[in-house]
């Protein structure tokens, strides 16, 4: 899968930028764990499905635009495990604490 979207650090903080990497997909493509941990977010933001996995020494991985989620707030998952589908595209963020 080629990157469509780079990562673009932001300025500040608030500035705008792209915090992670842009795919393009097929629609209904798996979406699995990069790492294995606990899944610390699973909701929508600003109208786009995202679902947050914490992993060791405080990273953070989110998996951004699903058509839908197949895991819950609190579950263990392990490396490769699937988290949900695409939708149109997928953003794959990783941050150590706020920093990307």
């Known amino acids: 899968m080629a990157v469509s979207d780079p ?45 947050v996995v914490r992993h060791a020494d405080d990273l953070r ?11 819950r707030v609190g579950r263990q998952v392990g490396v490769g495990e699937v988290l949900g589908r695409t939708g149109t595209q997928l953003h794959l963020g990783l941050r150590r604490g706020d920093r990307y």
């Open 61 to 71: 991985s989110s998996y951004g635009y699903l058509q839908s989620a197949a895991v």
């Open 7 to 51: 990562y673009r650090e932001p300025a500040c903080r608030w500035c705008p930028g792209h915090r992670g990497l842009g795919y393009r997909t097929n629609v209904g493509t798996p979406v699995r764990a990069v790492a294995a941990g606990r899944v610390e977010f699973v909701g929508t933001v600003a109208g786009v499905r995202w679902v």
